[in-house]
Nanobody, 128 residues
């Protein structure tokens, strides 16, 4: 079992920034690919960004490119999502997830079915 805890969400004005964190309970988290997803009310959960276990590869949804940056600090067992130039349409519950089945695979994962463990989410609200 891996427990993931997201933090850093909040209310921000359009154009503002937030930095989300995803902290894991197990050291082996540093060997797993990790992804960020989001879900707005009435919508499906969608891919935001992903990072390989080493941090050497990253991937972004089209809407996140140029505005969001995913990174990780494996010494702290934490993955981050820096979000800049936020828009009202970015309002959602943001989740992180990890994929132990891809232990030390140098890949990024976009499909939520590829992830085994999820956090409870952190709310991001962007006002216009």
């Amino acid at each position: 079992q891996v427990q993931l805890v997201e933090s850093g969400g909040g209310l921000v004005q359009a154009g503002g920034s937030l930095r989300l964190s995803c902290a894991a309970s197990r050291r082996t988290f540093s060997a797993y690919p990790v992804g960020w997803f989001r879900q707005a009310p009435g919508k499906e959960r969608e891919f935001v960004a992903a990072i390989s276990w080493s941090g050497g590869s990253t991937d972004y949804a089209e809407f996140a490119k140029g505005r969001f940056t995913i990174s990780r600090d494996n010494t702290e067992n934490t993955v981050y999502l820096q979000m800049n130039s936020l828009r009202p349409e970015d309002t959602a519950l943001y989740y992180c997830a990890c994929a132990p089945r891809y232990y030390q695979a140098g890949i990024t994962l976009r499909n939520r079915d590829q992830y085994d463990y999820w956090g409870q989410g952190t709310q991001v609200t962007v006002s216009s």
